[in-house]
């Protein structure tokens, strides 16, 4: 073998060589798209955040522009409406000395305890609601901190075969 022949074939073998490792090598790939995905996300995140801050400081702009007149002249009226209120708390007082006789005491008690049982079906039917809508919340928050680990634990195992030699 000619020494021309030696060095065309360590030529041949060695671009075969790179070819390969192009085509089967994606640990690079790989890594440069997960860190492309993992910047893209706290973009995404920062300007969301940027988003609801700028959200909350025209809400309070607004209610300072609205709500603190509205409320000074409320603390104006406050004497009179004290008094009204007074007024009508012995009104209240009244009634309830009132209520005192037999024929309208059995007729408040029927009332209050109709009242009262709604007043009971109301609760439990809105601690049931509630108690499904935590489950619901629980379940998709355990969900998504899964999601979440196997994604961490994904880019883990991506970094750890980017650095392995």
């Not at 440069?32 to 969301?48: I, K, V």
């Not at 007149?69 to 007074?86: N, V």
């Amino acid at each position: 073998m000619t020494m021309a022949t030696r060095t065309g074939m360590e030529k041949i073998v060695k671009d075969a060589g790179e070819i390969s490792t192009r085509l089967l090598d994606h640990k690079a790939f790989t890594h440069g798209q997960a860190r492309f995905m993992l910047r893209e996300f706290e973009e995404r995140r920062g300007y969301r955040e940027m988003r609801r801050l700028q959200e909350a400081e025209e809400t309070m702009t607004r209610m300072a522009d609205s709500l603190l007149p509205d409320t000074l002249a409320l603390t104006q009226e406050l004497p009179t409406m004290l008094a009204r209120l007074e007024a009508a708390n012995r009104m209240c007082n009244r009634i309830l000395q009132h209520q005192d006789e037999p024929r309208e005491h059995e007729a408040l008690g029927k009332g209050r305890e109709r009242r009262r049982a709604e007043l009971d079906a109301s609760v439990r039917r809105m601690r049931e609601h509630c108690a499904g809508t935590d489950a619901r919340h629980d379940r998709e928050m355990a969900e998504t901190r899964a999601r979440y680990e196997r994604l961490a634990l994904e880019l883990q195992e991506g970094y750890a075969r980017t650095t392995a030699p």
